[in-house]
């Protein structure tokens, strides 16, 4: 080991005939070292653009070689709202507060088909992209941020269908509308809250991969996709909302179709768990992320 | 170790390493956990130690620096930890101990094509790879004519990349990689691609890329090319840093390195290498250029267990094998192929042609195997060996023992043997003046 000849190498001169590209002053200092950094926020912001990439990836993958494209979007929650109408809807009866049920089943379908895609496929968004993931660097973070934001587009098609649906039997659309992109923001935030936590530990046990479908699947009687909020007692309301999605449905469906609003306490509730999860989910990836080339 | 080592101060380095160490646990790569396991583990953990598992240190405590705009070679053998030091800076991975600062926009041509995505078209690979590497939509959208051009790409840029060959799809993902601007930049030689004109198309590229006044960090196994791109160099060995200077120098002691550290003249045990035939004999080990001085002949068991062996490139190669007959055996020919690392046979030269026959009877023996000049060009070289007699042939099984790759054979240019002229592409045969072999292939037995 000679760390000595190290600085003697240094002084060097350098070839007169190349001019070092000198770094202008705001050249960023880029530490490595086995400390967990910070989240990297600057750099985030600053390649914006590859998740804009990454998204755009997604969808244009999404649909390539399919006969009818995007309209695959509306096919998955039109499919499911003839389904569940009939059989939640007229079979068993349940009631669906003053709209049609098929209404009211596609408002909340639109939003947890959302959900559910987002999630499963935040989830195994780092081992499906094992290969970047060894061998190049970006940030980790924008891998599980891409599938949701992909879906957004999907949700937004699939809301201009709702409301066609609503318009159709004369409901009166209202300034209520207005509202449907916070209820949107609160599962969007949850979705990839959860999607960084799914996706991190993912990387270390391929469980998740094969709990997630499973784990959907009670989630979603968890939520007032089939049935109202209206039906879970006041009393057990706040401990109904600690999934942020069922507060999330009952707000987006009085947007759209005027269902009753969940109580004040029910949202409070949400909207933390959310941010928690959100929080919690960006700190533990971030935390995680220098290990994934290492195991993934 | 790491607060009694000076940081230099940073005003003019583009990277400084401070003791940086990585530690892999053996079996990582390949293990993920099963949450069964980690849960069964928890049961288990009744005051007992965790279990302890095999530790492999890639890089240990290394500290270098680069200066703005200096292009630094990294030399080392295979396992010296080159590829671990490359992936840090890249920061595909972190250290297990140390820093490493770094000031500047850093890309790297390390695994191109990585970002691809089958269905997309060449141009939308352009866009998607280009940021993915670094760059931002305005940069890429004013390079993209001068990418597709370098690729030689223009007229299928439309097509999904699923429909390109192979070598369509590595071109077009060096051009992307070799236009990134960045203040550092990081190069692996091996990612010269394609066929050989545009191999040479990429190294030229990377030339200019290292003349350019950035800085960079050259990774080769082709020291030639090290000594005309670098203004200095660093060579690893076992993870650790043997040395920094000038290029020549690091050069030198790594020529040396190899003659000194690996014991000359010494046996590589063939136990480890993969073998066809029949076995009624077999090849147990070989001694390259047997009885020669440090320098000229030197053999080494790298870390994967495979021979790897240094002589200069169209100097005589001259082999002692070891070889063990189970019963009687004759052996009307004894083979020994050469072909390239990604396993092209270059030559193959035969006893069969022109020697006699060895009678084997049973047990060890020693053959001396004699070629006057190899003149393959300096590079690495697969070995195989193999022993036949026309029964074996005709029975189908083809050999009695067939080793390829028996050994890894590196050719150096031996010292004052490049002239000014020498040809700046050499494929693998050096033609020079006369045959590839020169004289015939001998075959003795030296048993008593």
Same mark, same amino acid.
């Given at each position: 080991?000679?760390?000595?000849?190290?600085?003697?190498?240094?002084?060097?001169?350098?070839?007169?005939?190349?001019?070092?590209?000198?770094?202008?002053?705001?050249?960023?200092?880029?530490?490595?070292?086995?400390?967990?950094?910070?989240?990297?926020?600057?750099?985030?912001?600053?390649?914006?653009?590859?998740?804009?990439?990454?998204?755009?990836?997604?969808?244009?993958?999404?649909?390539?070689?399919?006969?009818?494209?995007?309209?695959?979007?509306?096919?998955?929650?039109?499919?499911?709202?003839?389904?569940?109408?009939?059989?939640?809807?007229?079979?068993?009866?349940?009631?669906?507060?003053?709209?049609?049920?098929?209404?009211?089943?596609?408002?909340?379908?639109?939003?947890?088909?959302?959900?559910?895609?987002?999630?499963?496929?935040?989830?195994?968004?780092?081992?499906?992209?094992?290969?970047?993931?060894?061998?190049?660097?970006?940030?980790?973070?924008?891998?599980?941020?891409?599938?949701?934001?992909?879906?957004?587009?999907?949700?937004?098609?699939?809301?201009?269908?709702?409301?066609?649906?609503?318009?159709?039997?004369?409901?009166?659309?209202?300034?209520?509308?207005?509202?449907?992109?916070?209820?949107?923001?609160?599962?969007?935030?949850?979705?990839?809250?959860?999607?960084?936590?799914?996706?991190?530990?993912?990387?270390?046990?391929?469980?998740?991969?094969?709990?997630?479908?499973?784990?959907?699947?009670?989630?979603?009687?968890?939520?007032?996709?089939?049935?109202?909020?209206?039906?879970?007692?006041?009393?057990?309301?706040?401990?109904?909302?600690?999934?942020?999605?069922?507060?999330?449905?009952?707000?987006?469906?009085?947007?759209?179709?005027?269902?009753?609003?969940?109580?004040?306490?029910?949202?409070?509730?949400?909207?933390?768990?959310?941010?928690?999860?959100?929080?919690?989910?960006?700190?533990?990836?971030?935390?995680?992320?220098?290990?994934?080339?290492?195991?993934? | 170790?790491?607060?009694?080592?000076?940081?230099?101060?940073?005003?003019?380095?583009?990277?400084?390493?401070?003791?940086?160490?990585?530690?892999?646990?053996?079996?990582?790569?390949?293990?993920?956990?099963?949450?069964?396991?980690?849960?069964?583990?928890?049961?288990?953990?009744?005051?007992?130690?965790?279990?302890?598992?095999?530790?492999?240190?890639?890089?240990?405590?290394?500290?270098?620096?680069?200066?703005?705009?200096?292009?630094?070679?990294?030399?080392?053998?295979?396992?010296?930890?080159?590829?671990?030091?490359?992936?840090?800076?890249?920061?595909?991975?972190?250290?297990?101990?140390?820093?490493?600062?770094?000031?500047?926009?850093?890309?790297?041509?390390?695994?191109?094509?990585?970002?691809? *995505?089958?269905?997309?078209?060449?141009?939308?690979?352009?866009?998607?790879?280009?940021?993915?590497?670094?760059?931002?939509?305005?940069?890429?959208?004013?390079?993209?004519?001068?990418?597709?051009?370098?690729?030689?790409?223009?007229?299928?840029?439309?097509?999904?990349?699923?429909?390109?060959?192979?070598?369509?799809?590595?071109?077009?993902?060096?051009?992307?990689?070799? *236009?990134?601007?960045?203040?550092?930049?990081?190069?692996?030689?091996?990612?010269?691609?394609?066929?050989?004109?545009?191999?040479?198309?990429?190294?030229?590229?990377?030339?200019?890329?290292?003349?350019?006044?950035?800085?960079?960090?050259?990774?080769?196994?082709?020291?030639?090319?090290?000594?005309?791109?670098?203004?200095?160099?660093?060579?690893?060995?076992?993870?650790?840093?043997?040395?920094?200077?000038?290029?020549?120098?690091?050069?030198?002691?790594?020529?040396?390195?190899?003659?000194?550290?690996?014991?000359?003249?010494?046996?590589?045990?063939?136990?480890?290498?993969?073998?066809?035939?029949?076995?009624?004999?077999?090849?147990?080990?070989?001694?390259?250029?047997?009885?020669?001085?440090?320098?000229?002949?030197?053999?080494?068991?790298?870390?994967?267990?495979?021979?790897?062996?240094?002589?200069?490139?169209?100097?005589?190669?001259?082999?002692?094998?070891?070889?063990?007959?189970?019963?009687?055996?004759?052996?009307?020919?004894?083979?020994?192929?050469?072909?390239?690392?990604?396993?092209?046979?270059?030559?193959?030269?035969?006893?069969?042609?022109?020697?006699?026959?060895?009678?084997?009877?049973?047990?060890?023996?020693?053959?001396?195997?004699?070629?006057?000049?190899?003149?393959?060009?300096?590079?690495?070289?697969?070995?195989?060996?193999?022993?036949?007699?026309?029964?074996?042939?005709?029975?189908?099984?083809?050999?009695?023992?067939?080793?390829?790759?028996?050994?890894?054979?590196?050719?150096?240019?031996?010292?004052?043997?490049?002239?000014?002229?020498?040809?700046? +592409?050499?494929?693998?045969?050096?033609?020079?003046?006369?045959?590839? +072999?020169?004289?015939?292939?001998?075959?003795?037995?030296?048993?008593?």
């Amino acid at each position: 080991m000679t760390l000595a000849d190290d600085a003697a190498g240094l002084g060097q001169p350098i070839d007169a005939a190349r001019t070092p590209r000198s770094a202008a002053p705001d050249v960023p200092t880029i530490v490595l070292s086995p400390r967990r950094s910070p989240v990297p926020w600057r750099e985030l912001w600053d390649r914006r653009e590859l998740q804009g990439f990454l998204v755009w990836r997604e969808l244009k993958v999404r649909y390539k070689q399919t006969a009818i494209g995007a309209l695959w979007a509306l096919f998955q929650p039109l499919v499911a709202m003839a389904i569940f109408s009939v059989i939640f809807g007229r079979l068993v009866g349940l009631d669906s507060g003053g709209v049609s049920y098929p209404t009211f089943a596609l408002g909340g379908l639109v939003m947890w088909i959302f959900y559910a895609n987002a999630l499963s496929q935040a989830s195994n968004s780092l081992i499906d992209n094992e290969a970047l993931l060894s061998k190049v660097y970006f940030p980790r973070l924008m891998l599980p941020v891409a599938p949701v934001l992909a879906g957004l587009v999907e949700m937004t098609i699939g809301s201009g269908l709702v409301l066609l649906v609503v318009a159709t039997e004369r409901n009166p659309l209202s300034w209520r509308l207005l509202v449907a992109p916070l209820p949107v923001l609160l599962v969007v935030a949850s979705a990839i809250g959860f999607g960084l936590l799914l996706s991190a530990m993912n990387v270390h046990f391929r469980d998740v991969k094969y709990a997630v479908p499973f784990m959907l699947q009670v989630w979603m009687f968890a939520s007032p996709v089939v049935y109202s909020a209206g039906v879970i007692p006041d009393a057990w309301r706040p401990l109904y909302a600690i999934n942020p999605v069922s507060t999330a449905i009952s707000i987006f469906r009085w947007s759209l179709v005027g269902s009753p609003f969940p109580p004040t306490s029910a949202v409070a509730v949400s909207v933390g768990v959310a941010l928690a999860v959100l929080a919690g989910g960006v700190l533990v990836f971030n935390r995680a992320e220098g290990t994934f080339a290492d195991v993934v | 170790m790491l607060s009694e080592t000076p940081v230099r101060s940073t005003g003019s380095a583009a990277i400084v390493a401070t003791g940086v160490s990585k530690r892999y646990l053996l079996g990582e790569r390949e293990q993920y956990r099963a949450l069964r396991d980690v849960l069964a583990g928890a049961f288990q953990r009744g005051g007992d130690a965790p279990v302890r598992r095999e530790e492999l240190w890639a890089l240990r405590d290394l500290s270098f620096g680069v200066d703005e705009g200096e292009v630094l070679g990294v030399i080392g053998r295979n396992g010296a930890g080159k590829s671990t030091l490359l992936k840090i800076l890249s920061r595909i991975t972190s250290p297990t101990e140390g820093e490493i600062r770094i000031r500047g926009r850093i890309g790297s041509l390390l695994e191109v094509g990585s970002g691809f *995505h089958p269905e997309l078209t060449g141009i939308e690979n352009v866009f998607l790879n280009g940021a993915i590497l670094g760059m931002t939509r305005s940069e890429i959208r004013a390079k993209l004519d001068e990418i597709l051009a370098f690729a030689e790409m223009e007229q299928f840029a439309t097509t999904p990349v699923k429909h390109y060959s192979v070598g369509m799809f590595m071109r077009l993902a060096f051009a992307v990689a070799a *236009h990134l601007e960045s203040e550092i930049l990081i190069v692996d030689e091996v990612l010269a691609v394609g066929d050989a004109r545009f191999q040479e198309k990429c190294l030229s590229k990377m030339g200019e890329v290292a003349r350019s006044g950035r800085s960079v960090l050259f990774v080769s196994h082709n020291l030639e090319a090290t000594l005309s791109l670098c203004d200095r160099g660093i060579l690893l060995e076992r993870g650790q840093l043997l040395f920094d200077g000038s290029t020549t120098e690091a050069v030198d002691t790594y020529r040396r390195l190899a003659g000194v550290s690996t014991r000359s003249g010494d046996e590589v045990v063939l136990d480890d290498a993969k073998r066809l035939g029949t076995g009624q004999a077999r090849f147990e080990a070989v001694t390259i250029n047997p009885g020669r001085g440090t320098g000229s002949g030197t053999t080494d068991v790298d870390g994967a267990g495979q021979g790897d062996t240094t002589i200069g490139s169209g100097a005589p190669l001259v082999l002692d094998l070891g070889v063990t007959a189970t019963e009687a055996v004759e052996v009307s020919s004894l083979g020994i192929t050469f072909s390239t690392e990604a396993g092209l046979l270059l030559l193959n030269l035969d006893s069969a042609d022109g020697a006699e026959a060895l009678q084997l009877s049973p047990g060890d023996h020693r053959i001396r195997l004699t070629i006057p000049s190899l003149r393959l060009a300096p590079g690495r070289y697969r070995m195989g060996l193999r022993l036949a007699n026309p029964v074996t042939t005709r029975l189908g099984s083809g050999a009695i023992d067939l080793l390829d790759p028996a050994l890894v054979l590196q050719l150096d240019a031996p010292a004052g043997d490049r002239p000014a002229s020498a040809p700046v +592409v050499e494929g693998p045969i050096r033609q020079g003046n006369g045959s590839v +072999v020169q004289g015939s292939m001998t075959v003795e037995l030296l048993d008593r």
